[in-house]
C-alpha cells in the first residue's frame, strides 16, 4: 500500500503523515488507557469498518505508533512510547472540543470511556497527587495524578486514595465543562 505524505519539511505535516488520517487519532484514543483486543477497539469505534480498522491498525504499526501482542487468540494491541507520547495531543485537542460539543445529538454514539481525558483534566484541578477510581454507570476506570500530570487506565486501581461516582449525565457536564467537578464528589476510598 503506497503511503501519503504532505512532502513539507514541517513538523506538524509529518505528525500528520502518521496519525493524520480518519480514525488514527481515535485508534489511539481508545488505547491510551492501556491494551486492547480487536473486538474491543471495533466495538468501541461505532461507524468503522473492520477493513478500515485493520488498515489503520496495521498502517500505525508499521509507523511504530503502536504493538500488536500475538498470543494465539488473545492478540491485543498496545501504545508504544512514540505512540504514549500522543496522549498531550488528545488532551490538547479534547480540551479544544469539549465546548464544541453541544447538545448531544440523539443519533450520537457515546461511550462513557471517551469523557476520559476531558475528566482527567477536571480531576487534575482537585487532585495535587494520587489515585482517583472513577465510576461512569458501570465503566470503571482510574486516574494516577503525578507532578508530571494525569493518566487514565482501564479498571479500578488496586489501590485507590478517591473514589468517584458519576452518571452519564453527570460525567458528560463536567467533560463539557458544564458543571464543575466538587472536591467533595470525591470520596476516601473504600
Not at 460525567?171 to 465543562?177: E, H, L, M, S
Request: glycine share 8%; net charge negative; hydrophobic share 40%.
Amino acid at each position: 500500500m503506497s503511503r501519503r505524505s504532505y512532502d513539507h519539511y514541517c513538523a506538524v505535516s509529518r505528525a500528520l503523515d502518521l496519525v493524520g488520517d480518519r480514525w488514527s487519532l481515535l485508534v489511539v484514543r481508545e488505547l491510551c488507557s492501556g491494551p486492547r483486543r480487536y473486538s474491543d477497539l471495533f466495538a468501541d469505534l461505532p461507524g468503522i469498518s473492520t477493513d478500515m480498522l485493520a488498515t489503520r491498525l496495521k498502517g500505525l504499526e508499521r509507523d511504530g505508533v503502536l504493538t500488536h501482542h500475538r498470543n494465539g487468540m488473545r492478540s491485543s494491541y498496545e501504545l508504544t512510547e512514540l505512540g504514549r507520547g500522543l496522549r498531550p495531543v488528545l488532551d490538547a485537542l479534547a480540551g479544544w472540543g469539549a465546548p464544541l460539543l453541544g447538545q448531544r445529538n440523539p443519533t450520537d454514539a457515546v461511550r462513557a470511556h471517551w469523557l476520559a481525558l476531558p475528566l482527567g483534566r477536571a480531576l487534575a484541578e482537585v487532585v495535587d497527587a494520587g489515585t482517583v477510581t472513577v465510576h461512569i454507570g458501570d465503566t470503571v476506570l482510574h486516574y494516577v495524578r503525578t507532578t508530571e500530570g494525569i493518566t487514565h487506565h482501564d479498571g479500578p486501581a488496586p489501590a485507590s486514595d478517591h473514589e468517584l461516582r458519576l452518571d452519564l449525565a453527570e460525567a458528560i457536564d463536567i467533560a463539557t465543562g458544564a458543571q464543575p467537578l466538587s472536591p467533595r464528589a470525591l470520596s476516601p476510598a473504600r
